[in-house]
C-alpha cells in the first residue's frame, strides 16, 4: 500500500474545496482525511503539543489515517546545546507522548538540519537503536556529506539498514530547476534544503519528501520518475508514504492526484489512492 498526505491538514486555498467553509477550522482534519491517508505533524517540532490535543486530532480520523510527527528539535537539532543524556530524555518524552495513539502512527520523523554531520553518527545510532515503539522511524539528513555516494553516506545507509529504520528522501529539484520568479518560489528556494535526491529505500517504509514547481506541467518530468520508483517499492512489497508540497501548497492535492493516476497506468492491479472532488483540475490554474 502507498500512502499520499501533505505537510499541514487546512489550507485557505482548500476552503469549499476540500472542506466546506462552514466547518469549524479545528474540525477541518476530519475532512482531509477522506482525501488522503497520511499527514506531516510540523508541530511536534516547534512545541509541546498536549495529549488532549493529539486526542482531538485523532478522533477525527479513521483506523487507516496515519500521522508522521516530526521530532522535537530539541532531540536533533541541538546536539550543541543539550548533553547526550539530556537528547535522549527527550527522545523518551516524545515517545511516551506518542504510545497511546501507536496504532495510528506512520513513519515518525527525525529530521537533522544541515549542521548534523557524519561526525555525530553516534549520537543518531543511539536515537535510532532506541526507538521504542512498533511503529516506523524515518530519517532525513541534510548534510551534504551524507549525500556523497563513498564512506559517509555509506555508513548512513547501513546504520538505517540495521536498525530497521527508513530513509526520507528530499526531492526539492522541481523548485530549483528554474529561476525564482515568483514570491513563492523566492520563498521555497530560501527554506527548502537543496540535496541530492538519493532514491534509496532502507526499510520497509520509504518516505518521499517531493516539493513541486508553481508551473504545475514541468513536475510531469519528476513525477514520471517517481511513479516508476513508486512502482518498484510495491513490487518489493514495501509500503511507500508519499508527501507532496509545492511552493505554496495549493496545489499540492493536484500534484499528488497526478502521480497517483500515473501509477495507476504503471501497475495493472494499483487501486487509486486520491479521489479528490471533480473542481480539483481548477487548483492547476491558480
Known amino acids: 500500500m502507498i500512502r499520499y498526505g501533505m505537510a499541514q491538514w487546512q489550507h ?35 512545541t509541546d503539543v498536549a495529549p488532549d490535543q493529539i486526542e482531538r486530532w485523532v478522533a477525527q480520523v479513521p483506523d487507516t489515517f496515519r500521522f508522521c510527527f516530526k521530532v522535537p528539535r530539541a532531540v536533533a537539532h541541538q546536539f550543541d546545546e543539550l ?8 527522545w523518551r518524552a516524545f515517545q511516551n507522548l506518542l504510545k497511546p495513539i501507536e496504532h495510528l502512527l506512520g513513519p515518525t520523523m527525525l529530521q537533522f538540519p544541515a549542521s548534523v ?24 539528513v541534510r548534510n551534504l556529506e551524507f549525500f556523497d555516494k563513498a564512506e559517509h553516506e555509506a555508513a548512513l545507509l547501513r546504520l538505517l539498514s540495521d536498525s530497521g529504520c527508513n530513509k526520507v528522501v528530499m ?9 525564482a520568479y515568483c514570491d513563492s518560489l523566492i520563498d521555497a528556494q ?10 534509496v529505500a532502507t526499510a520497509a517504509h520509504p518516505v518521499v519528501r517531493f516539493i513541486g514547481h508553481p508551473d504545475l506541467e514541468r513536475n510531469h518530468i519528476w513525477l514520471d520518475q517517481w ?54 483540475e481548477q487548483m492547476g490554474l491558480l
Not at 548533553?83 to 527527550?90: D, F, G, N, T, W
Open 190 to 199: 530560501r527554506k527548502k534544503p537543496r540535496v541530492p535526491c538519493h532514491a
Open 227 to 280: 511513479a516508476n520508483k513508486l512502482a518498484y517499492w510495491l513490487k518489493e512489497g514495501r509500503e511507500p508514504t508519499v508527501f507532496v508540497h509545492s511552493s505554496d501548497n495549493i496545489a499540492a492535492p493536484t500534484l499528488a492526484s497526478w502521480l497517483d493516476a500515473k501509477l495507476q497506468k504503471i501497475l495493472p492491479n494499483y487501486a487509486a489512492q486520491v479521489n479528490l472532488p471533480v473542481q480539483h
Open 117 to 140: 554531520a557524519p561526525r555525530q553518527l553516534p549520537i543518531i545510532t543511539a536515537l535510532c537503536q532506541s526507538w521504542a515503539l512498533a511503529t516506523p522511524l524515518s530519517v532525513e
Open 171 to 179: 526531492d526539492s529539484r522541481p523548485v530549483f530547476s528554474s529561476e
Open 83 to 90: 548533553s547526550e543524556a539530556e537528547c535522549l530524555q527527550a
Open 12 to 46: 485557505p486555498a482548500w476552503v469549499d474545496y476540500l472542506y466546506p467553509r462552514s466547518e469549524a477550522t479545528g474540525l477541518r482534519l476530519g475532512h482531509y482525511a477522506k482525501y488522503f491517508h497520511s499527514v506531516e505533524v510540523g508541530s511536534t517540532f516547534y
